[in-house]
């Protein structure tokens, strides 16, 4: 079964200092990640994915499989980066296509 | 192109009342899911189609849940016999193609309220 840990319900940093937000999946086959983000009052839509291996809005993720991780990294947070944040698995390798999720992260930048 | 549309954006219900929600998905898109999220969680899966086949379903989705995509265009979502736990965010996504890794395009969601 596929399962995704967020172990930070929330995270305050203050602008300009570095954000990471975790991302642990447990998954036996071969991972598809995503970061999801929702700003305030606006849909979830899609951030990053891992096989892109690119940076959006400064965010970069990069796939551990050894450690089972995917954290969410900037180096100078912006307020604008105020959002939710959820880490998401795809297992399509085992023909399945649903996403599943982790329960996301609250990122609170302080002015 | 607006995106993936749901209606309506509200529901209040009683209990044990019937609810039908819709979705449009991206018009190229071919393959719809629809999800369901309840406060301080992530969106968790109940069911996908492919064009009109619906491919997958969740245990979370009871005999009261059932889902259509009649001709692969938009998609219905009605539960039957509303309980209080059925209370949540219902959110619709789409994507497109055969990779695995189209990414999913969602909606703003239908938020149902059960009394």
């Known amino acids: 079964a596929q399962r995704v840990t967020q172990p930070e319900k929330l995270l305050s940093v203050f602008k300009g200092a570095p954000v990471e937000l975790k991302c642990n999946y447990s998954y036996s086959g071969s991972p598809e990640l995503f970061w999801y983000v929702q700003y305030s009052r606006q849909r979830l839509q899609l951030l990053l994915r891992?096989?892109s291996r690119e940076s959006i809005k400064g965010f970069t993720a990069d796939l551990n499989k050894g450690e089972t991780s995917f954290h969410l990294k900037k180096p100078f947070a912006q307020e604008e980066d105020s959002a939710m944040y959820y880490c998401?698995?795809?297992?399509?390798?085992?023909?399945?296509?649903?996403?599943?999720f982790g329960k996301g992260t609250k990122l609170s930048v302080i002015p | 192109d607006t995106g993936v549309s749901q209606n309506p954006r509200h529901k209040i219900t009683k209990r044990g009342q019937n609810v039908t929600f819709r979705c449009d998905p991206i018009s190229e898109h071919n393959r719809l899911y629809w999800y369901r999220q309840t406060l301080g969680q992530g969106p968790e899966f109940l069911t996908y189609?492919?064009?009109?086949?619906?491919?997958?379903k969740s245990r979370l989705l009871s005999d009261r849940f059932s889902a259509e995509r009649p001709k692969g265009s938009f998609s219905t979502l009605e539960i039957q016999r509303t309980e209080q736990g059925d209370s949540a965010m219902y959110l619709c996504?789409?994507?497109?193609?055969?990779?695995?890794?189209?990414?999913?395009?969602f909606g703003d969601g239908t938020r149902l309220s059960i009394l």
């Open positions: 998401a698995l795809g297992a399509s390798g085992a023909g399945s296509y649903q996403l599943t």
């Open positions: 189609f492919q064009n009109e086949a619906q491919l997958e």
């Open positions: 996504a789409s994507s497109l193609g055969h990779l695995s890794n189209q990414p999913q395009h």
């Open positions: 891992h096989i």
